[in-house]
């Protein structure tokens, strides 16, 4: 199952991103949740997830340093972000980190959904290529 990470100051937020969606149809999971983005790092590093959910605006450290932090640690994580203010330099950086997604709170439904599905796809593309690769060096190393 791919791992999901979800970070949000605002508890609400995170509850419905956590019920509002069938992660298992989707071949995901939970896998943790923190309310700043220090604290995301930190959880990220230890659980090693596949997919951010993250708010930009957060105290201690916001979403956008924490995203520039894990991505050059971990740069194939697929990074949806989440944010209330319609602010130009805020989705200019969020492209500039390699975000998957863009996001307005409050996220309808029907376009969250389109957007994990987008994200899970990307991951399984991403283990297809990986296998790929694998299969070829080992072809390679017999020879």
């Known amino acids: 199952m791919y791992k999901v990470i979800i970070v949000d100051d605002e508890p609400i937020i995170v509850e419905g991103l956590k019920l509002g969606i069938e992660w298992a149809n989707w071949n995901c999971e939970i896998a943790g949740t923190a309310s700043n983005g220090l604290a995301g790092l ?10 951010l959910i993250s708010d930009i605006s957060m105290n201690n450290m ?16 697929e990074v949806c972000l989440l944010t209330g203010f319609r602010n130009f330099e805020y989705a200019q950086q969020a492209i500039d980190l390699g975000a998957y997604a863009y996001l ?13 599905r987008g994200a899970y796809e990307t991951c399984m593309e991403q283990l297809e290529h990986e296998e790929r690769y694998e299969s070829w060096e080992k072809l390679l190393m017999k020879d």
């Open 104 to 116: 307005l709170k409050p996220v309808e439904d029907e376009k969250l959904q389109e957007t994990m």
């Open 42 to 51: 930190e959880l990220m590093r230890k659980i090693k997830p596949d997919i």
């Open 62 to 77: 916001d979403g956008l340093a924490m995203v520039a932090a894990i991505k050059s640690e971990y740069p194939d994580i």
